[in-house]
């Protein structure tokens, strides 16, 4: 069952469970119903309503889980008063760099760096020397 129809159906609950309570509320004044059966009457009313909310509160993720898949949940097509992430920007900046080269010196590596005293002691780091 869709969302929508889900939400027809707990709405047309609520107002059955409406009337429903109105009726026994009605009896019970005439001595016909308990307070048992009005406080039966009110859960079920109750039950309806955290029903139709549920249902609501499913279709509003289930389109907001639409929009963020499909790409609609970025900062600028939510008009957000933040700043706007430009990728090529970032791109353009790291392009021609790669992971552990220096820009002025062509061929260093993480590897060249100097280490603290205090790991060359350790065993561990024996592989870089």
Known sequence: MTARARIRSF????TANEMALDGVNQEAEVGARTILDVL???RELFEAKVNLLAARR???VA???ILSV???MTAKDLNLPVKIYDPSYHYRLVKEKW???DENKQ?????DMELPASWKKNSFFDFLY
């Open 11 to 14: 709405d047309a609950s609520v």
């Open 70 to 72: 499909s790409g609609g």
């Open 40 to 42: 039966d009457a009110e």
């Open 107 to 111: 061929g260093s590596s993480i590897f």
């Open 58 to 60: 499913d279709e509003a």
């Open 63 to 65: 389109r907001y889980t």
């Open 99 to 101: 992971i552990g080269f």
